[in-house]
T-cell receptor, first 113, second 113 residues
């Protein structure tokens, strides 16, 4: 596979469930990102990992927990989510640095019931 | 702070019409500017970018010029096609050493035959 892949593409979960989103990049990048895309709102940056270390956490609730085991893989662990967390979750990767163009995966469409 | 404002839309055009989507920004430092496109059911794809004042980014017939004096990066295309129907996002990286993208809210374009 090429580019940035995300699994699953769609996920429905109850508020008491625990699930994980997976992202994998095949571009040789060393920075990875999670974004949340909600209707009629700008994309919200959630987490940034650069060289496998978290460098940004934009005050995201603790019910979202990221994990970056290596430069090619990124996870977002979900537990006790709320209905307002329903959104499209996008993963991106880039070369670390000031002008590294970010390449996005297709996203996971999450619905919390 | 850093922010991007773009025309809200939706925009509906007939095939072969001229397209302009306005984008203005505020930024700390000297930002790099981007246009991303999101086709239905897909993630974001980089359309074009410009990294310094007066640069013109271009791709697939789309163009945008980095105007520092008006803090703008308007997207234009001379003759749109049905296949250009998508959501277009203007974005910036601040240029202060961080690699975080700041997005506008997106503009939905529909091109009718």
């Amino acid at each position: 596979e090429t580019g940035v892949t995300q699994t699953p593409r769609h996920l429905v979960m109850g508020m008491t469930n625990k699930k994980s989103l997976k992202c994998e990049q095949h571009l040789g990048h060393n920075a990875m990102y999670w974004y949340k895309q909600s209707a009629k709102k700008p994309l919200e940056l959630m987490f940034v990992y650069s060289l496998e270390e978290r460098v940004e956490n934009n005050s995201v609730p603790s019910r979202f927990s990221p994990e970056c085991p290596n430069s090619s893989h990124l996870f977002l662990h979900l537990h006790t989510l709320q209905p307002e967390d329903s959104a499209l979750y996008l993963c991106a990767s880039s070369l670390a640095g000031n002008e590294g163009t970010q390449y996005f995966g297709p996203g996971t469409r999450l619905l919390v019931l | 702070g850093n922010s991007v404002t773009q025309m809200e839309g939706p925009v509906t055009l007939s095939e072969e019409a001229f397209l302009t989507i306005n984008c203005t920004y505020t930024a700390t430092g000297y930002p790099s500017l981007f246009w991303y496109v999101q086709y239905p059911g897909e993630g974001l794809q980089l359309l074009l970018k410009a990294t310094k004042a007066d640069d013109k980014g271009s791709n697939k017939g789309f163009e945008a010029t980095y105007r520092k004096e008006t803090t703008s990066f308007h997207l234009e295309k001379g003759s749109v096609q049905v296949s250009d129907s998508a959501v277009y996002f203007c974005a910036l990286i601040p240029g202060t050493g961080a690699n975080n993208l700041f997005f506008g809210t997106g503009t939905r374009l529909t091109v009718i035959p």
